[in-house]
């Protein structure tokens, strides 16, 4: 059986291509409700107020900045540009321009955030010509008594919402989750949200930088000023739709990707091991992005040989034209989180193509 020409294509590239799995620089982010946990968690010099960590990153503002092999000091932005099908993957690349549609962090809340929500594509593109925002949150850690908002608990009129932003009282109208290690939620556009103290997470998320901040607490910015707010945007992006569960639940077994996140756009797989794992993704034609939560390991490629150490608190971004590699946890366990784009061809004749071709393997 034949390869389609756009397998031809990556794999004939990649041959002359320098690929491997990619590691990043630190890109930390200074704001008023940060900490030292990312710091510390990352053996990094110690510095206050750091609240996020942007792990991979091509947002034109804070790219991220490749810090090992043949690329070390060139942003990914650079690199993708360069090759944005062996990277991306050929359906990323045709489907997003060339651009890399995911921006994942590590985020310390040691405050509360502000409560916010996103726009959806149609409302970020007529008004700001960007993406929209979908996201999702898998904690790593939270304190006793630790909790988060995510969504209403009540049904509210826009008008309504208003005055309650104007009178201090939208978040007794907020759905408030007490949270622990492994709590997952996903955070469709509109869906009102906010993070509070105590809280380690994880983040996944369009690649966006479109916030409507809805509350603040009456608290200053860094620079001492209070932080915009921006009530009648959020009034038409928000879905006052009030849902019977906001927690995503999913199977955590061990030596096995657990399916945590499928959406339109990314899906996510949480995988503890403590053997080696192989893990082919090929088939999904995209980029991967492998966060370590917990236990170093080292990503190794079968194509080539390549490996690199990734550290506990660290990521990586594994091309989509090597997406071929075994996880090996360097003692004890590891903890992976994996996102990627779903571009698997699940029709009829494409299943009954792959079946007949590797049966003449």
């Known amino acids: 059986m034949e390869k389609s020409l756009n397998e031809i294509k990556i794999l004939s590239t990649s041959q ?30 110690a510095k206050d107020h750091i609240g996020e960590s942007w792990e991979v990153s091509c947002v034109r503002s804070s790219p991220s900045v490749i810090a090992n092999g043949t690329w070390a000091g060139y942003t990914l932005n650079e690199l993708i540009d360069k090759y944005p099908e062996e990277i991306l993957g050929s359906e990323v690349s045709r489907r997003y321009g060339g651009e890399l549609p995911l921006l994942v962090k590590f985020i310390d809340a040691r405050k509360d955030l502000s409560v916010q929500v996103h726009p959806d594509d149609e409302m970020a593109k007529r008004l700001h010509d960007k993406n929209g925002k979908s996201e999702m949150w898998y904690v790593l850690d939270a304190e006793p008594g630790a909790f988060l908002y995510s969504g209403f608990k009540e049904e509210l009129s826009p008008e309504a919402y208003k005055r309650k932003v104007a009178d201090g009282t939208i978040v007794e109208s907020l759905a408030k989750h007490e949270v622990k290690t492994g709590d997952v939620f996903y955070l469709p556009a509109g869906r009102v949200h906010a993070i509070c ?31 915009e707010l921006h009530t009648e945007l959020a009034a038409e992006a928000l879905n006052y739709q009030v849902e019977d569960e906001y927690r995503t639940e999913y199977s955590a077994e061990n030596n096995r990707a657990n399916k945590v996140i499928e959406s339109p756009y990314f899906s996510v797989r949480v995988t503890e091991v403590g053997n080696q ?7 999904y034609d995209s980029f991967v992005i492998s966060m370590c939560l917990k236990g170093d390991c080292r990503i190794q490629i079968r194509s080539t040989g390549d490996d690199i ?17 075994d996880v090996i946890p360097m003692g004890g366990s590891t903890r992976l989180l994996e996102t990627y784009i779903d571009n698997m061809d699940r029709s009829l004749i494409h299943k009954v193509s792959r079946f007949l071709h590797m049966s003449e393997k």
């Open 309 to 325: 150490v990734l550290k506990e608190g660290f990521s990586c971004l594994i091309p989509a034209a090597i997406a071929d590699y």
């Open 16 to 45: 002359d291509v320098k690929l491997y799995p990619l590691l990043f620089e630190p890109n930390l982010h200074e704001v008023v409700w940060g900490g030292q946990k990312l710091t510390a968690w990352k053996r990094l010099a």
């Open 277 to 283: 794992f192989h893990r082919n993704l090929i088939k």
């Open 197 to 227: 103290s105590g809280i380690l997470l994880a983040e996944v998320q369009q690649s966006s930088d479109v916030t409507y901040r809805i509350y603040d607490y009456n608290r200053p910015g860094l620079d001492g000023k209070p932080r």
